[in-house]
C-alpha cells in the first residue's frame, strides 16, 4: 500500500524514495503537501492584510479592500505551487551535467515532498506576522519612514531571529531530502546529487544569510 511515511521520509529518506521509485508516479501526496503549504500562506496574508486594514488610519485603510486582500490570498495559492514547479525544473536542469536519467514528472512528484519542512517554517512565520504586526506604527504618516520603522522593529525583535533562522534549518532539511529525491528520480550517484542539490540551495542560503544579517531582510 502506498502511504506516506513521514518518519521515514524525514530521517530515512534513502529509503523512502528508494521505495516509491518502484510505483508509478503519483503526485497525490506532493500535491497536498503543497496544498497544506498554500493554505497557510493564504492563512497569513489574510491575517496580515486584516490586521493592517484595522491598524490604518481610515483614510488610508480603505486602500486595503476586499478585492485587494483576496488577491494577496489566491496569490498565495499560486506562488507556492510555482515556486515548486521552479524548483523541480532548477534540480532536473542542473542533473543534466552529471548525464542523468529519469522523467521530470518523476522529479516533480519526489521534489514535492522535500517542501514538507516547509510546513513548520510557514506556521512560525504565521504565528510572528500575527504577533509583531499590530506594533507597527502608523502614525508617522510617511511611508519610507513606516516602513523603515518597521523593519527596524522587526529586526530589533527576537521572534523575528527565531522565525528566520528555524526558516534556514528547514530549508536545508528540505534540501537533504531532494538529494534523495534527485537521486533516485534521476537516477544519480550521492555525490552527483550532492552537488546538483548543494549549489543552487547553497547560493541561496548565503543570499539569506545577507538579507538576515546586513539588510534585516524577510527570509
Known amino acids: 500500500m502506498d502511504n506516506l511515511n513521514l518518519n521515514n521520509l524525514l530521517f530515512d529518506p534513502n529509503s523512502f524514495f528508494e521505495e516509491k ?8 501526496y506532493p500535491v497536498l503537501i503543497l496544498l497544506v503549504v498554500a493554505v497557510i500562506a493564504m492563512v497569513s496574508s489574510f491575517l496580515a492584510m486584516n490586521q493592517l486594514r484595522g491598524l490604518l488610519p481610515s483614510e488610508m485603510s480603505s486602500y486595503i479592500s476586499t478585492t485587494a486582500i483576496l488577491f494577496g490570498v489566491i496569490w498565495g495559492l499560486i506562488w507556492v505551487f510555482l515556486i515548486w ?7 532536473y536542469s542542473i542533473s543534466y ?3 542523468s536519467k529519469g522523467s521530470f514528472k518523476r522529479t516533480l512528484e519526489f521534489v514535492g515532498y522535500g517542501f514538507v519542512p516547509k510546513i513548520f517554517s510557514s506556521l512560525i512565520n504565521v504565528f510572528v506576522t500575527y504577533k509583531l504586526t499590530p506594533s507597527i ?7 519610507q ?3 523603515e520603522s518597521t523593519t527596524q522593529m522587526f529586526s530589533n525583535n527576537p521572534l523575528y531571529y527565531t522565525s528566520q533562522i528555524v526558516g534556514i ?6 534540501a537533504y531530502i531532494w538529494v534523495f ?4 528520480a534521476r537516477n544519480m550517484s550521492i555525490k552527483n546529487a550532492t552537488l546538483a542539490v548543494g549549489i543552487p540551495v547553497g547560493l541561496y542560503v548565503v543570499y539569506l544569510l545577507y538579507l538576515f544579517l546586513f539588510t534585516s531582510g524577510s527570509i
Request: net charge negative; proline share 3%; hydrophobic share 60%.
Open 21 to 28: 521509485s518502484r510505483n508509478d508516479v503519483d503526485l497525490k
Open 137 to 143: 506604527d502608523f502614525s508617522l504618516q510617511d511611508p
Open 181 to 184: 529525491a534527485l537521486l533516485h
Open 85 to 91: 514547479v521552479i524548483v523541480a525544473g532548477i534540480l
Open 145 to 147: 519612514l513606516i516602513a
Open 97 to 99: 551535467v552529471f548525464e
Open 169 to 174: 534549518l528547514c530549508l536545508l532539511l528540505s
